[in-house]
């Protein structure tokens, strides 16, 4: 029987959340991060969904067990760093409802960030959480470089996925027949770039997301100076040809200095069950982008919540969450 991944917006069990404890990654961003990423565990959680904060010792428990609420569990994993977008499994459903955690292999972003830890992450997440375990993929993908609107369809970027630092013996067609293969996807919008500075060459999560089946949200440049407006109008642009209703929402615009522009992205919010939280960096735009990432979910509160600390380890909520669908 077919395994797909649902749509993010699908009902969810529970949600886990990397929590920052690495003092030589995070330096001096250490506890504002571990303060930002507690209060988005405490909005998802004080909705009554189920949240797992993921945490690498003792220490780290200690640490946030002060700043969530009661009701968030708290579970030690290995991890180099909290990115369990990317380095936990993806959970997925078919056809009779029944659910399967699908691994694959990881290898620091092409090589950057090779931390102690992130390649165990994935089997432990799948241990604890009971999950059936389809197995390890025979090829590198990171879960926030796809995106699926629910019907087999996904979203990617050529940058990141026909990287040769992740699988260069495949190619392109070989590519799309695993992705169908261990993901259910049976079509593949192809995007271009992503955003620039992102170390992660370009995750589409940063980029465009599905609000609803055939429909994709993308940013809009900011000010002359945003330095993704090309890669915006580009991405949306290729969306409009595929047949997608596009919605263009507010981007930070240009965010750290010019010539080292860092990867804001409001893009990189997290769809639960009751709750869209949108990462806000004390840019111009950031009330507007959460009143119309908002509009777009009927039904669930946006909340926005700050998240600069946590972008100077690389990411921000989406990027450090990985929800599980609820089996049928």
């Not at 994993?77 to 977008?85: F, M």
């Not at 995106?147 to 026909?162: E, F, H, Y």
């Not at 809009?220 to 969306?239: F, I, K, L, M």
Request: glycine share 10%; charged share 20%.
């Amino acid at each position: 029987m077919t395994y797909r991944m649902p749509a993010e917006w699908a009902e969810q069990e529970w949600i886990w959340i990397g929590f920052p404890a690495a003092a030589d990654l995070w330096v001096e961003d250490l506890e504002p991060a571990q303060q930002q990423v507690a209060a988005f565990a405490n909005a998802i959680a004080e909705t009554g969904q189920q949240v797992r904060l993921v945490v690498r010792d003792d220490m780290a428990e200690a640490q946030a067990r002060v700043l969530v609420l009661p009701q968030v569990v708290i579970e030690q994993h290995p991890y180099g760093d909290i990115w369990i977008r990317d380095t936990g499994p993806l959970v997925l459903l078919n056809e009779a409802g029944e659910r399967a955690a699908q691994r694959f292999g990881f290898n620091g972003w092409g090589g950057k960030y090779l931390l102690d830890g992130d390649a165990e992450t994935g089997a432990s997440l799948v241990a604890a959480g009971a999950l059936d375990d389809l197995g390890q993929a025979d090829w590198v993908l990171e879960g926030g470089a796809v995106d699926s609107d629910g019907t087999g369809l996904v979203v990617t970027t050529a940058q990141c996925l026909l990287n040769p630092n992740r699988n260069p013996q495949l190619t392109k067609a070989e590519i799309a027949e695993r992705l169908e293969r261990d993901l259910g996807f049976s079509r593949i919008l192809w995007l271009g770039n992503g955003l620039l500075g992102d170390h992660t060459d370009g995750h589409v999560d940063n980029l465009a997301r599905f609000v609803a089946p055939g429909r994709i949200a993308i940013p809009e440049g900011a000010g002359e100076d945003d330095p993704n407006t090309a890669t915006y109008d580009d991405a949306a642009q290729r969306a409009a040809a595929f047949g997608l209703d596009v919605v263009r929402v507010p981007s930070p615009g240009l965010f750290g200095a010019s010539d080292d522009a860092e990867p804001a992205s409001y893009m990189n919010f997290v769809i639960a069950n009751h709750v869209v939280v949108v990462p806000i960096y004390g840019a111009e735009n950031d009330a507007a982008a959460v009143e119309a990432i908002g509009a777009l979910f009927p039904g669930r509160k946006a909340v926005g919540l700050m998240a600069d600390a946590v972008l100077t380890g690389g990411g921000s909520f989406h990027c450090c969450s990985q929800h599980v669908p609820l089996a049928l």
